[in-house]
């Protein structure tokens, strides 16, 4: 090759590269979302949680920021599945029968499940991409692939999300949803993400915490969550985060959305409570930042705090996004609950349970044996106030396994 040609090859390949960047880039701004502005904003400005220029939690959080970064890149044993996950296929036809009980349930791992609740059908969460990511290129990837097409899933009367944080909220899945009937019931400011996005604004719900909204019969409300909010780093905490109670004609729902362990638990438990089953985040922590997600002892505590008659660990089983065990949440929620008396239901990743009228196997060991540290090895114990020394009283619990190594 000349001196020529090859610097026109250089030249087509850098510019080729830079196509590719650009191309990646604009994707990336895409999933990035949109700032609120407008009337919008200015309805976020009103809110009691809305300080200075972002949301804050009434209840601070605290962080060991320095050492979560220097343990960022050390995994510990058994964070990701080596076999297949046995998850099961999600049967279409058997969720176009309506639930015989009112109350069915199917997790999809993580925090995206499909509640149908007194002739209501709502999704939370979903995210049905590759990865929990900005890009479809690099970022946690799941582990197992949906175990339903988007598609075939019955029509969704209301889509609901717990926050804007990419594993929660799903760029392609909600442009997939563009030509769908459903609603959206969004935390305040999430709804400038989907509009952006191509939905239309009247199928846009934004509610503040403890604020109502009704899909058909169902009454919903958005309530606190103690966690953070962003896509893009450096714009943290501009839109609001939250769970939701779910009160239908004969029963009562709790998903908890992300959060560490708050005072308002008791709160909604008097007000929306008692629930027939709560769906409350057990995974994806750390003690580094044990304000941020409940971990599995605070999920069982919730649950009992919340008034719950059973509790489904989510947030979990589908991606890694901390660095414990990837069935620690799920071992730990166990050993907690027997010393709770609280019913834990384990539903395998795409199988549809009704929590009020359990057939058997609904709730089985379907994971595979794998290392974990108890909860006296790495205790998850969350600030009162977000200050280091101002920790939680957890119930102790003598009965709990003080040693797992397989
Ligand atoms: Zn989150």
Redesign the pocket.
Known sequence: MGRGRRAAAIALGVAGALAAAIALTLAGCQSFGEHASGERLARMRQSPEWRGDQFQNPQPMWSDMRDALMRAFTGGPDVEPVAPVPVARTDPAALAIAPASGLRVTWFGHSSMLIEIDGVRLLTDPIWSERASPVDWIGPHRWYPPTIALDDLPRVDAVLIS?D?Y??LDWPTIVAMRSWKNVFIVPLGVGAHLQRWGIAPERIVELDWWQPARVGALALTLVPAR??SGRVSGRSDQTL?GGFALVGARHRVYYSG?TGLFDAMAQIGQRFGPFDVAMIEAGQYDADWPD?HLGPEQSVLSAQRVGAKALIPVHWGLFRLAHHGWTEPVERVLAAARCSDMPVLTPRPGQPIEPTALKPGDSTRWWPDARWATAAQKPIVATTDGVDSHRVALPQCPAAPQVSER
Do not use: F
């Open positions: 926050h944080h594993d929660h966690h953070a985060w992300d941020w």
